[in-house]
């Protein structure tokens, strides 16, 4: 069974940094696509960075030069380091992958839990 398991939200100031990991565990076989998406109360979720296709990398553009995604393939892991955190970054953040999980073909998409992250003072 593969899993997806955030840590790293919390409360924090404006202007301050916080770095958010994910780890994929389970019998996983490939890992196509890997990263993160936020959602506010009542709005859907919206992608805030994520690996593709390799090494490719997306950014939404609210967030650009400001937050900083990178992994650990060996660990199965991607990291979230935001910088120079706004209000408006608050939000629940989720980890997102696409991946086929091993004696599979199918690719399949799973979700973390969520974490919190709040940006206040």
């Known amino acids: 069974q593969v899993q997806l398991v955030e840590s790293g939200g919390g409360l924090v100031q404006p202007g301050g940094s916080l770095r958010l990991s994910c780890v994929a565990s389970g019998s996983i076989s490939a890992i196509y696509v890997i990263g993160w998406y936020r959602q506010t109360p009542g709005n859907q979720r919206d992608l805030v960075a994520r690996f593709r296709d390799g090494d490719i990398t997306n950014y939404a553009d609210s967030v650009k030069g400001r937050f900083t995604i990178s992994r650990d393939n060996a660990k199965n892991t991607v990291y979230l380091q935001m910088n120079s955190l706004k209000p408006e970054d608050t939000a629940v953040y989720y980890c997102?992958?696409?991946?086929?999980?091993?004696?599979?073909?199918?690719?399949?998409?799973?979700w973390g839990q969520g974490t919190q992250v709040t940006v206040s003072s």
């Open positions: 997102y992958a696409e991946i086929t999980p091993t004696r599979s073909t199918g690719r399949f998409q799973y």
